[in-house]
């Protein structure tokens, strides 16, 4: 079982719509949670994290723990052409971040 | 900042060759971090340093690999010998802890015929 597992898609929605970007992970002490978005053939680069339970918001952005459910979702608002890329769920545990293999999204014009 | 800053870009190279990448971490980030990046194993932590000592090097794949960080503003990955199976985006990431955000080299992409 991988530590971190995420849907590949694509995930294609409308522009202005809302993308949700969902990721769970497999150890329940897994302390703190990010969210990175890579261009194609770019660094990943970091866009959310969160460490407790319930919902952050950043602007468009939102970011949902529930470690009960070891489960982590992106949200993001008003989706617009340039957040077309891969997201990437991390999750840090026992002095490593792992990384799930990222969900491609495609915003329609 | 400059950012972290990692060299070559691009490497072709023929099997069996010695490849070396190069980084060139973010200045005051005590940690850093070598991923692998493929789209069969998405990205993969290879090795971590901290204040310039390897802390955990379980994900270097084979002997063949080995990364040194003999400063605070460079660090090594080598390969020797290079294989087909090498070949994959490798990145550099530097932190300034533990926990915290990494912030990523542009990568170099490695070929090996």
């Known amino acids: 079982q991988k530590e971190v597992e995420q849907n590949s898609g694509p995930l294609s929605v409308p522009e202005g719509a809302i993308a949700s970007l969902n990721c769970t992970y497999s150890?329940?002490?897994?302390?703190?949670f990010f969210w990175y978005r890579q261009y194609s053939g770019k660094s990943p680069e970091l866009i959310m994290f969160i460490y407790s339970n319930g919902d952050k918001e950043d602007g468009r952005f939102t970011a949902q723990l529930n470690k009960a459910s070891q489960y982590v979702s992106l949200l993001i608002r008003d989706s617009q052409p340039s957040d077309s890329a891969t997201y990437l769920c991390?999750?840090?545990?026992?002095?490593?971040?792992?990384f799930g293999s990222g969900t491609k999204l495609n915003v329609k014009p | 900042d400059a950012g972290v800053i990692q060299s070559p870009r691009h490497e072709v190279t023929e099997m069996g060759q010695e490849v070396t990448l190069r980084c060139k971490p973010i200045?005051?980030?005590?940690?850093l971090f070598w991923y692998r990046q493929t789209m069969m194993r998405g990205l993969e932590l290879l090795i971590y340093f901290n204040n310039n000592v390897p802390i955990d090097d379980s994900g270097m794949p084979e002997d063949r690999f080995s990364a040194k960080m003999p400063n605070a503003s460079f660090s090594t990955l080598k390969i020797q010998p290079s294989e087909p199976r090498d070949s994959a985006v490798y990145f550099c990431a530097s932190s300034p802890t533990r926990t915290g955000e990494l912030f990523f080299g542009e990568g170099s992409r490695l070929t090996v015929l």
């Open positions: 991390a999750v840090y545990n026992f002095n490593k971040f792992y």
């Open positions: 200045s005051g980030h005590d940690y």
């Open positions: 150890d329940r002490g897994s302390q703190s």
